[in-house]
């Protein structure tokens, strides 16, 4: 699953809870300003990956160079 | 081929991959990145599992209330401890970011004496799946 179509299902379990009647308003705020910060806890995890990925093939290039030197 | 002139192509192709002038600061940051450390990802690890255990017991106010105190007191420890670490900035976002979805939680139970069960459930698969996501990355970091 997508992390939109994840976040959009998420989104649809907390407003399907809030129209059931089983949240206060408080707590159906609270809970979608937790979406929002989840949003951005993929948005970092993903920043880290990426920064993950270089290090890697950096430090694989280096080997490689050093290797043939 | 000339090693040198290899080492010249390799370095060439990776300075390639990424656009502009951000290059080698992003090739920098990159290569001399915080490493993986045992107790960052304890921490994080922590978080996830006690508020997989704590869901079960949902439907008693006073242990989630407790529950939720002691997922903040690990959550303060998290972000404390990668605050001070050199060129850890991902992780310190991630940490801050687990801090503040946690705090929301801890505190809708001192706002409110009847914090709903659903909402136990909801605010802690939420915490689930973020502490989750941060396990995941800071547990690949260069070792």
Redesign the interface.
């Given at each position: 699953m997508s992390d939109i179509v994840e976040l959009e299902h998420?989104f649809n379990?907390?407003q399907r809870?809030f129209e059931n009647n089983?949240?206060?308003k408080?707590?159906y705020k609270?809970?979608l300003?937790?979406?929002e910060?989840?949003k951005?806890?993929?948005m970092?995890?993903d920043?880290?990956?990426r920064?993950?990925q270089?290090?890697?093939?950096?430090?694989a290039?280096i080997s490689?160079?050093s290797l043939?030197? | 081929m000339n090693?040198?002139n290899?080492?010249l192509i390799?370095?060439s192709?990776?300075l390639l991959?990424l656009p502009g002038c951000a290059v080698v600061t992003?090739?920098y940051?990159?290569?001399f990145?915080t490493g993986y450390d045992n107790y960052e990802y304890s921490l994080v690890n922590k978080i996830r599992s006690n508020a997989e255990i704590n869901i079960k017991q949902c439907d008693s106010i006073e242990l989630s209330k407790k529950n939720f105190d002691t997922l903040y007191s690990l959550a303060v420890e998290f972000k404390n401890f990668t605050q001070y670490i050199p060129r850890n900035d991902?992780?310190i976002?991630?940490s801050n970011?687990?801090h503040?979805?946690v705090k929301?939680?801890s505190?809708?139970y001192y706002?409110?004496n009847?914090?709903?069960s659903?909402?136990c459930k909801?605010?802690l698969?939420?915490i689930i799946?973020?502490s989750e996501?941060?396990q995941?990355?800071?547990g690949?970091?260069?070792r």
């Open positions: 998420h379990e907390i809870a089983e949240l206060s408080e707590e609270n809970l300003e937790g979406l910060i989840e951005t806890i993929t970092n995890a920043e880290l990956q920064k993950e270089l290090n890697t093939y950096i430090t290039a490689a160079a043939l030197s | 090693p040198k290899l080492k390799i370095a192709s990776i991959i992003k090739l940051d990159a290569y990145m991902d992780t976002k991630l970011n687990i503040d979805l929301q939680g505190d809708a706002s409110s009847n914090t709903s659903s909402f909801l605010k698969q939420q799946r973020s996501t941060a995941k990355v800071i690949s970091k260069p």
